[in-house]
């Protein structure tokens, strides 16, 4: 069995998961489950990053212990996502104690190769971002990352000796292995301005793993992060590693495409086969933010309309590159018109026609060829799941317009069953095609037609005879605008 491995990033728990994070999950999830059912050992990762200076200053200011504060917000991540069906392989926790022990592993294997070294640092720190930066990286006295003020410090610390894995960085830069491409030409801008070793200690944070070699020190908290792409497999290089598919927003892609390949090079390691850096979502035009009280929760949405709607609205909306706009309106409105018209619609007709006749049905083959079927596998096997979902809508709405154009409910005979033997087919297609972005959607259609949920793989998807089909019942009910 050919192996996948596919990572989002871990999440910093300093508050609970927003539209964005869910956004993250779920398309590592329905590319994940696509590889599924393409028969690949797929090892999906995702989980929470949990140390560092912002955590304890956050639980602090909640009265709380740092470790409950972080098993708290961890934990709210991890029902969200089971309530998103997001089906990982592992939640990893950067406090969880394997990840622990191989981060030692790793900085005691780095230090005596002579790539961890100690020093002073100087330079400018923005606390929210738990970033460092250089004199030349801040704009105006500001942090640009965020725009916040930075703070100026001077302090012992172990640096890690980035600037010795200048070539391979270029090279994997170079190497399109970024998706979107234009977005390499930023990372290489940025390179322009220097490429410096990089603290990857500090003494004043407690809130942290301590240096195996000195134990003053604690381990900065994106590197310790970086690495549980690594210590989550526990090392099962051969196996899993370069990890196909790193999904990252567009943020963090400096950590992911720079540092990142650094440290793999001071390992010996190879760099990841892609990376994705997806965009931002905007509300309703406006950045989320608590300020404006706009910050979406995705597990009220996934109450009230269910995972399935809230996964489709999320991949449907944009290209996982570009930034984008949701809202509760947007949301209800693809569940009325493409979940409820278009897919749920010609289910319910088409199977209603069926059970008519109890039968298996045979015919002439009117309709696969309206599937774009290839593009559909070529979209994911550039990770493009928006593009893919539109290519599946488009053969639900070629399917609908055939039930009307050809008024198959007048039809009788050969032509009655040619109908709907190409029908049944199709809606078979679409239950398997639609799992990895609706699962319970694609289990629902497909138990209707008579299978049970292992029949949901690639190789089932040429026609056949079918039938006779079980029970029809309603995917999408409308909801009412308010
Ligand atoms: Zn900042």
Redesign the pocket.
């Known amino acids: 069995m050919l192996a996948k491995y596919i990572t989002t990033p871990i999440f910093y728990v300093n508050d609970k998961p927003h539209i964005g994070h869910a956004y993250t999950v779920i398309l590592a999830d329905v590319l994940s489950r696509w590889f599924k059912i393409n028969n690949y050992d797929v090892f999906f990762l995702t989980g929470t990053d949990e140390h560092g200076n912002k955590i304890e200053k956050t639980a602090r200011e909640k009265g709380m212990d740092p470790k409950d504060f972080v098993d708290q917000i961890s934990g709210l991540f991890k029902s969200a996502f089971a309530k998103l069906d997001i089906q990982y392989s592992r939640f990893i926790r950067t406090t969880d104690k394997d990840h622990e022990e191989n981060v030692k592993r790793i900085l005691k294997y780095l230090y005596d190769k002579g790539d961890i070294y100690k020093g002073t640092y100087e330079g400018y720190y923005?606390l929210?971002?738990e970033?460092y930066f250089t004199e030349s990286e801040i704009i105006d006295g500001k942090?640009p990352?965020?725009?916040?003020p930075?703070q100026k410090i001077s302090e012992e610390a172990y640096f890690f000796r980035l600037s010795k894995y200048k070539d391979q960085i270029i090279n994997f830069l170079n190497s399109n292995s970024i998706i979107p491409d234009f977005r390499v030409k930023e990372q290489l801008n940025r390179l322009k301005n220097g490429l410096f070793d990089l603290d990857i200690s500090r003494k004043t944070v407690k809130w942290g793993i301590e240096l195996p070699f000195d134990n003053s020190h604690t381990t900065y908290v994106w590197f310790d992060a970086l690495l549980n792409y690594l210590t989550a497999i526990n090392f099962d290089l051969n196996k899993y590693w370069p990890a196909d598919l790193q999904i990252i927003g567009k943020e963090i892609l400096w950590f992911h495409s720079v540092i990142w390949i650094g440290i793999l090079s001071a390992l010996n390691l190879p760099p990841p086969k892609k990376i994705l850096a997806h965009g931002f979502w905007l509300v309703n035009g406006q950045k989320m933010s608590k300020s404006l009280g706009n910050v979406i929760d995705p597990v009220l949405w996934v109450e009230k309309y269910g995972s399935d709607a809230v996964r489709y609205a999320l991949i449907s909306e944009k290209p996982a590159h570009d930034d984008g706009d949701i809202s509760e309106e947007k949301l209800i409105s693809k569940i009325n018109s493409d979940l409820a018209d278009e897919l749920g619609n010609l289910v319910y007709r088409v199977l209603s026609l069926s059970l008519k006749s109890n039968k298996v049905f045979e015919g002439d083959d009117l309709l696969s060829k309206e599937l774009d079927l290839e593009g559909i596998k070529n979209d994911f096997e550039n990770y493009d799941a928006f593009s893919a979902l539109h290519k599946i809508m488009d053969f639900v709405r070629k399917c609908n317009k055939f039930v009307s154009d050809k008024r198959i409910w007048e039809l009788e005979g050969k032509e009655f069953d040619s109908a709907i033997y190409s029908l049944l087919n199709s809606i078979k297609s679409i239950g398997i095609l639609i799992y990895p972005f609706m699962p319970n959607t694609g289990i629902k259609i497909i138990k209707m037609l008579g299978y049970d949920e292992s029949y949901i793989n690639v190789k089932n998807l040429a026609f056949g005879p079918i039938g006779p089909v079980k029970y029809r019942e309603i995917l999408f009910s409308k909801v009412e605008k308010k």
Not at 145 to 148: A, E, L, T
């Open positions: 923005c929210p971002d970033s942090c990352v965020c725009g916040r930075v």
